[in-house]
């Protein structure tokens, strides 16, 4: 056990002494290589700036303006025989848009009903077994100019679907 502590605490230090030791073995210009790696980071976050401040308004305006909780009280009739509890209907949608505002509304669900509580059990399992589709996609096809997703969106909706499917057998 101690050596996977030993190894857990050394590995970012390794890898940084690793890709330096090789940069001076071959005669790279260590430093030259890493200022353009941090202009091209730098380019590509301006670019995708505008998508992310796109989204963080949009479900912003989704959550400030009751409709999440109009959403969910209307799904909640499907949701509810699936033994999908209604409370949770926004976080599965918002999740889909942004981690952090469905981590706000994670928050809201264990204040009211604990963390340990079979929702909060629910949907911790459920943030961590789907992912920010939309999000994603927009960000890395725009930023590799994809223009035809193909069946992206469709897989990746399904696998969301199967990650919250998978939340709810695991927490009950």
Do not use: W
């Amino acid at each position: 056990m101690n050596i996977l502590l030993f190894l857990s605490d050394a590995m970012i230090p390794i890898l940084i002494f690793s890709i330096v030791g090789y940069g001076l073995i071959n005669h790279h210009s260590i430093y030259d290589d890493f200022i353009k790696g941090a202009t091209d980071g730098f380019h590509t976050v301006i670019g995708i700036m505008p998508t992310l401040i796109g989204l963080m308004v949009g479900v912003g305006i989704l959550r400030a303006s009751g409709f999440l909780d109009l959403l969910s009280s209307m799904l909640g009739v499907i949701t509810e025989p699936l033994h999908f509890p209604a409370e949770l209907v926004p976080v599965s949608i918002v999740k889909m848009f942004s981690s952090s505002a469905a981590t706000g509304l994670v928050l809201d669900i264990f204040k009211q009903y604990g963390p340990d509580s079979l929702y909060g059990t629910i949907t911790s399992i459920m943030m961590s077994c789907t992912e920010t589709i939309f999000y994603t996609m927009s960000i890395y096809f725009m930023t590799a100019k994809v223009q035809k997703t193909r069946y992206t969106l469709a897989g990746a909706l399904f696998t969301t679907l199967i990650g919250t499917i998978a939340s709810v057998i695991l927490a009950t």
